[in-house]
């Protein structure tokens, strides 16, 4: 399904996965709710040893086919988790093969850590809008790595998925009353920047110490009728304005805020990993950049900072948060990488430098004020950077009102060299 489908009112195909020698009855239950609820299930089969005991649709060993082994191979494995984990592998190259054919309009899972690490990396591979479920007894567990940048629904099963029951068939029930609910609701039309109905969608990356900056340039943005996306960067923020720079819904990125990529340099929690600031240049997605931030890399409570770190510039953010200084050599890291990145990407990019301060923190007069550190950002960036992407440099502080209206400016600039004519911006004088 291309990011602009819509998803189907009825007659949907749901692909109900799962291990039918250990859950059969309860595959069969949901197997004949999403048949009553007017959807095509295809009940397909995880499981490795044992026999199911419910006749799939998609057997186990063309799950196991599908990701490159034989079924008696994977069976024979000693550890369970290289066998779920190969299970896994045939499961997201059956959603990639369904997808890309047009075939699939949903997902439904069930079970506990073993479920959730044989379907949820297939699950994810659906596009955002794609209705996708797991009810588990995990759904209360750390989710991020099951869930990571997609819009995968972990419901808590409440009890165990082990036979059928009262409370088990009102989870399952409600459960499939909710997918059914969400295939009537179609996916937004206008991904894609404003292909379709929708109007040009843009997203902008902010952190606390970024927020005024980058709060008033979306306002701007807001005021010409583009759709303005915010995504916090703590990493997974981060890795969700990736994803849907890399599936098309955008039409412009203003990533004034890429302190990202300081934690992935330093090991700090807000990481968005390696290929942060990567899938809007694959594009050619027009883009206005700043190194907002990134004279912070972010820790937990104090107790959390590394015992390397510890005698380093350090700022109680709250008592779950400890902020460190970039020093100079760091910085000079930053902005050769980010110098790097830019030049690669195939579309307008536009650096805007906030010399008056990167952050809140960065302002003359703040905790985490060192010019030195800057001017070395500031030199390796430019040393880094080809001569198709335009650097800027600013007087005002990331956070300044001038320079959140400048950076809009200049994203409204490329948009509208860069969008077509059915994808218009509001001239500042309509309505």
């Keep these: 399904m291309s990011p602009d489908a819509t998803s189907p009112a009825a007659g949907g195909r749901v692909v109900l996965a799962g291990a039918l020698d250990t859950k059969g009855p309860e595959h069969a239950f949901v197997r004949d709710l999403l048949a009553a609820s007017g959807l095509r299930p295809l009940l397909v089969d995880v499981g490795i040893r044992g026999e199911p005991s419910v006749r799939p649709d998609v057997t186990r060993a063309e799950v196991a086919r599908a990701g490159g082994r034989e079924l008696r191979e994977i069976a024979a494995l000693p550890a369970r988790g290289e066998a779920l984990a190969a299970m896994a592998d045939g499961v997201?190259?059956?959603?990639?093969?369904?997808?890309?054919?047009?075939?699939?309009?949903?997902?439904?899972?069930?079970?506990?850590?073993?479920?959730?690490?044989?379907?949820?990396?297939?699950?994810?591979?659906?596009?955002?809008?794609?209705?996708?479920?797991?009810?588990?007894?995990?759904?209360?567990?750390?989710?991020?790595?099951?869930v990571g940048a997609s819009d995968l629904l972990l419901v808590p099963s409440i009890v165990d998925i082990a036979g059928l029951n009262t409370l088990s068939r009102f989870v399952l029930e409600r459960s499939v009353a909710m997918l059914a609910a969400q295939l009537r609701h179609p996916v937004p039309a206008g991904p894609g920047g404003g292909r379709g109905e929708g109007p040009p969608m843009v997203a902008a990356s902010m952190f606390g110490v970024t927020t005024a900056g980058v709060s008033r340039a979306c306002r701007v943005l807001e005021s010409r009728g583009l759709d303005v996306l915010v995504f916090h960067a703590n990493g997974l923020g981060g890795r969700t304005l990736e994803s849907l720079a890399g599936a098309?819904?955008?039409?412009?990125?203003?990533?004034?805020?890429?302190?990202?990529?300081?934690?992935?340099?330093?090991?700090?929690?807000?990481?968005?990993?390696?290929?942060?600031?990567?899938?809007?240049?694959?594009?050619?997605?027009?883009?206005?950049?700043?190194?907002?931030?990134?004279?912070?890399?972010?820790?937990?409570?104090?107790?959390?900072?590394?015992?390397?770190?510890?005698?380093?510039?350090?700022?109680?953010?709250?008592?779950?948060?400890?902020?460190?200084?970039?020093?100079?050599?760091?910085?000079?890291?930053?902005?050769?990488?980010?110098?790097?990145?830019?030049?690669?990407?195939?579309?307008?990019?536009?650096?805007?430098?906030?010399?008056?301060?990167?952050?809140?923190?960065?302002?003359?007069?703040?905790?985490?004020?060192?010019?030195?550190?800057?001017?070395?950002?500031?030199?390796?960036?430019?040393?880094?950077?080809?001569?198709?992407?335009?650097?800027?440099?600013?007087?005002?502080?990331?956070?300044?009102?001038?320079?959140?209206?400048?950076?809009a400016e200049l994203l409204l600039h490329h948009l509208s060299e860069h969008l077509t004519h059915t994808q218009a911006i509001r001239s500042p004088n309509d309505g």
């Design 92 to 146: 997201l190259a059956l959603m990639e093969s369904l997808r890309d054919a047009g075939g699939v309009d949903a997902a439904f899972g069930m079970g506990g850590s073993g479920a959730l690490a044989v379907l949820a990396p297939g699950f994810r591979a659906l596009p955002l809008g794609v209705p996708k479920m797991i009810v588990t007894t995990m759904a209360s567990s750390d989710t991020r790595p099951h």
């Design 248 to 407: 098309g819904w955008l039409a412009g990125v203003l990533d004034l805020t890429t302190t990202e990529l300081a934690d992935d340099l330093a090991g700090g929690v807000a990481s968005a990993g390696p290929d942060r600031l990567t899938a809007a240049g694959r594009r050619g997605v027009p883009q206005v950049v700043a190194p907002g931030a990134l004279d912070i890399v972010n820790f937990g409570a104090p107790a959390s900072v590394p015992e390397p770190y510890r005698e380093r510039r350090l700022y109680a953010h709250n008592a779950t948060a400890t902020l460190m200084r970039t020093d100079p050599g760091e910085a000079a890291v930053l902005g050769a990488r980010l110098g790097a990145k830019l030049s690669a990407a195939r579309g307008p990019v536009t650096v805007l430098l906030p010399t008056g301060g990167l952050s809140a923190l960065s302002e003359p007069g703040g905790a985490f004020h060192w010019p030195e550190a800057d001017e070395a950002l500031e030199r390796a960036l430019l040393a880094a950077v080809g001569p198709e992407v335009v650097v800027e440099r600013s007087p005002a502080a990331v956070n300044a009102p001038a320079f959140g209206e400048r950076a």
